[in-house]
């Protein structure tokens, strides 16, 4: 992207999203963001207004919104949707007309709007499912062991459908767990790592299913973002789909432990897997990522220690400002 080029981020001030807002605003892009409610995200929204972004408040699956929207971008990124692998078995028919019809609904205001704009799609790993052999590279058949990973999948035919039809420019990241600061308290869907730290900065109990020992492949937020900025300058990533991880494994119960160490509060507590989480966990997943590595010459570069401390104190810094802003409300 050049230094005028427009973005659109469609999920622009969710959890992801407002950290993919922040770069393209740092970097000098000119930038739009859809939110599907405003109020829910009144703050970000002004802050962002401020430093010139516009925002629109839209769903996904709102034709007319989306044609506004696409109008003369460059590049759109796709950030909205359901989340979750359990609450999708709870509510497939959300999951399914959020993330399916409401990606065909973006793809053809491109279709009749915006040919020459790219979309970049943000994938899961949970499309992969269980797999013997890792880490998981990009050409392993996938396994998905959900609605919402079937959905994701089903998103990818489209884009190649549209692509081969229409000509419409896109790449995939199929991301593995991010974290970091953003994620709204109380979140539970996605973003286990958040929602350890601020059970343990509360001093509360963290739930760890079964032993712990399953490993997962954790990525800084910072880290995903510049995967994501990469991707849509990248002509070479057009069409194709790339893991967007850290690369490393990590045991649940060593990240549990870490966390607490680093807030200085909570405890660990073992718990039996709920009937449907344990029916479609995916055991161990860590990300091949060579393919973006070699590319696109992306790598991650916050390391797990580093990425936990600075989340943690991103965490007490907003624990501390509202505690003091409560105790001036007191006062006055």
Not at 72 to 101: H, K
Not at 174 to 183: K, M
Not at 225 to 239: E, H, N, Q, R, Y
Request: proline share 3%.
């Amino acid at each position: 992207m050049s230094a005028s080029s427009r973005a659109l981020v469609i999920g622009g001030l969710g959890f992801i999203g407002v950290n993919l807002t922040e770069r393209l605003v740092a970097e000098g892009r000119s930038v739009t963001v859809v939110t599907s409610s405003r109020a829910r995200h009144a703050d970000r929204a002004a802050a962002f207004e401020a430093r010139g972004v516009r925002i629109i408040e839209g769903d996904l699956r709102d034709g007319g919104a989306m044609a506004t929207a696409v109008a003369g971008q460059q590049v759109v990124f796709n950030l909205a949707g359901e989340s979750g692998a359990v609450r999708s078995m709870e509510d497939p028919w959300t999951d399914l007309d959020v993330n399916c019809r409401g990606s065909l609904v973006l793809l053809e205001a491109l279709r009749a709007g915006n040919r020459e704009a790219k979309l970049v799609f943000v994938g899961s790993r949970l499309q992969y499912g269980r797999q013997a052999i890792q880490p998981v590279g990009e050409e392993q058949a996938p396994d998905p062991l959900c609605v919402h990973a079937i959905h994701k999948l089903t998103v990818e035919k489209y884009l190649r459908l549209y692509g081969s039809l229409f000509g419409l420019r896109y790449t995939i990241a199929r991301a593995t767990n991010p974290y970091g600061p953003g994620q709204p308290e109380g979140r539970t869907a996605y973003g286990v790592v958040n929602r350890l730290i601020q059970l343990a900065l509360a001093g509360g109990t963290l739930p760890i299913y079964g032993d712990g020992t399953q490993r997962r492949d954790y990525i800084h937020v910072d880290d995903l973002v510049s995967a994501l900025a990469g991707l849509a300058t990248s002509s070479s990533s057009d069409g194709r789909a790339f893991n967007v991880g850290s690369g490393e494994g990590t045991r649940m119960i060593d990240m549990a432990n870490a966390i607490i160490q680093l807030a200085g509060g909570g405890r660990v507590e073992h718990v039996p897997w709920p009937a449907l989480a344990g029916q479609i966990e995916t055991g161990d997943f860590v990300a091949d990522i060579g393919r973006i590595q070699r590319e696109l010459g992306w790598t991650p570069r916050v390391t797990l220690a580093d990425g936990l401390e600075r989340t943690i104190s991103h965490y007490k810094s907003q624990l501390s400002s509202l505690k003091a802003h409560r105790t001036m409300r007191v006062e006055s």
